[in-house]
């Protein structure tokens, strides 16, 4: 015995954590497709941000050419290419968005597949989702979200000036 294993307590501690239930097969796969899905997830979103990125360059570089231009006249024949880049990049956001929402939903199938399995353990019933969006319309929402608000709006604004040039308005 040690001169000083007097001064060492004695505890028995005995820790009462709650056992994890071991998971099944299907669980497994389930949240394998679901970590999957999310990192589709994110590529889209990714993808998004970078196509916003490019058509802002291009935007800008258009917008620096037409200040060069000698006439307003001149700058009205780039205002079709410009709508077109915007419309295209609008197309490909909205179709990104898409595809995100298509995941998640998939996703939610895995969710509720687990909450069935393990009810006691898993909480909400909204889990990427809310369950209003399952219902509505996916494409109307692709189109008109939060997200690319700003393209109708540069839309509306080279169409206004494009009019305005065109019936001698703005010379």
Same mark, same amino acid.
């Given at each position: ?18 056992? =994890? ?6 669980? =497994? ?15 889209? &979103? ?7 990125? /490019?058509?802002?360059?291009?935007? $800008?570089?258009?917008? @620096?050419?037409?200040?060069? @231009? ?12 410009? /709508? $077109? ?19 998640? @939903? ?6 509720? @597949?687990?909450?069935?399995?393990? &009810? =006691?353990?898993? $909480? ?9 969006? =399952?219902?509505? &319309? ?7 979200? $939060? ?6 709006? /540069? ?17």
């Amino acid at each position: 015995m040690n001169m000083f294993e007097f001064l060492k307590p004695q505890v028995d501690v005995q820790l009462n954590m709650p056992q =994890e239930k071991p998971r099944d097969i299907d669980s =497994e796969i389930d949240w394998k497709i679901i970590d999957q899905l999310h990192n589709a997830v994110l590529i889209f &979103s990714k993808n998004s941000m970078q196509a916003k990125k /490019i058509m802002f360059t291009l935007l $800008g570089i258009f917008v @620096a050419a037409m200040l060069q @231009a000698p006439t307003l006249y001149v700058v009205a024949r780039w205002f079709p290419v410009v /709508i $077109g880049i915007v419309l295209l990049f609008w197309a490909f956001d909205a179709s990104t968005y898409y595809y995100q929402e298509k995941l998640r @939903a998939l996703m939610d199938i895995r969710f509720r @597949a687990l909450k069935k399995r393990y &009810s =006691e353990e898993m $909480g909400s019933d909204e889990y990427t989702l809310p369950n209003s969006r =399952e219902k509505g &319309s996916r494409v109307w929402r692709s189109i008109f979200n $939060g997200s690319v608000v700003f393209y109708p709006v /540069i839309v509306v604004v080279v169409v206004t000036c494009w009019i305005l040039i065109d019936k001698g308005v703005i010379v």
